[in-house]
């Protein structure tokens, strides 16, 4: 068994195909297919079930790629670190990030990326994703940290880092903000507050109030999830919210109140642009901010 022969397997899983694992990686079609067969030969499994219309992972070539990814995970990080030992890395990364994160400690990430590589000048740029995206493609960012929704385009690329989930936000004493699980539809009449239009949440509650049979009416549009809980708190609306913001220990009071069948929140990945080359410091951040994903996060203190 080759590394060449495993990352061409993740390759074809990945892309979906040989034809675009091979523009991918470079090399000719029948090189991929040549390699693959004669591993599969080695395994004795079929890793693919191939048609005249599409390429799929069996169930043994599912388990065989998650551990090529591991494996090729652990070999990206020993050269990264054998790079630290053997070269001074310059260069500069600009991060963009929303601030709605889940569980993933975005601060940690960067705290351990500078530590190993102090001579890399670090930058942070907050904002929603759909601007972050558009600075993406403007090369003002190199990286971009937040949700990735399903209508993603297929210019970038995301690599997964953590989980969210959906809350409902309320007022403390809304009338009922005592109960258990509700649902949207319970909050037709209610004014809602949330992004403005164009922004994945704003999506969210229009397509899950849709779903629930109503439009919902949102007359109090805001910049952040932190200004939405805000405005909740002083009693001007309910909202849509992630759990990670929901349940801060910081910013007002709000009740927080699970929904029944709620509309799911895009998982938080690392996103990049396919189509653009990634210098090796930002090859290097990618790596630490996806390896950050395994490990617990860091308390950070406030200021």
Not at 21 to 27: D, G, Q, Y
Not at 37 to 61: C, I, Q
Request: hydrophobic fraction near 45%.
């Amino acid at each position: 068994m080759e590394l060449r022969q495993l990352s061409y397997v993740e390759a074809v899983a990945r892309y979906g195909g040989f034809t675009r694992a091979a523009e991918r990686l470079h090399v000719a079609q029948s090189a991929v297919s040549a390699q693959i067969r004669a591993l599969e030969a080695e395994l004795g499994v079929a890793l693919f079930a191939r048609t005249t219309r599409r390429v799929a992972l069996t169930p043994a070539g599912e388990m065989f790629v998650a551990r090529a990814r591991r494996v090729l995970a652990e070999l990206d990080g020993a050269r990264l670190e054998m790079g630290e030992i053997t070269a001074v890395v310059t260069g500069r990364v600009t991060v963009g990030a929303t601030a709605v994160l889940g569980s993933y400690d975005l601060p940690g990430a960067l705290a351990r990326f500078h530590d190993r590589f102090p001579g890399i000048a670090l930058r942070l740029r907050s904002g929603l994703v759909t601007g972050l995206l558009g600075a993406l493609d403007n090369g003002e960012v190199d990286l971009v940290v937040g949700p990735v929704h399903a209508d993603l385009p297929a210019r970038f690329e995301a690599l997964p880092l953590a989980d969210e989930q959906l809350v409902l936000a309320l007022p403390v004493g809304h009338p009922l903000s005592g109960s258990g699980r509700l649902s949207l539809g319970e909050f037709r009449d209610e004014p809602f507050v949330c992004l403005a239009e164009g922004s994945g949440l704003r999506w969210i509650l229009e397509d899950a109030a849709r779903t629930a049979g109503f439009a919902p009416r949102v007359p109090f549009e805001t910049h952040s999830p932190q200004s939405i809980r805000e405005l909740v708190a002083a009693g001007l609306g309910v909202a849509l919210l992630a759990r990670s913001v929901a349940e801060e220990d910081q910013g007002p009071s709000i009740t927080v109140r699970n929904l029944h069948a709620p509309p799911p929140h895009p998982p938080i990945g690392v996103i990049h642009h396919r189509d653009r080359p990634l210098a090796p410091a930002v090859q290097a951040c990618r790596h630490t901010l996806v390896e950050r994903a395994a490990a617990p996060a860091t308390p950070v203190g406030t200021p």
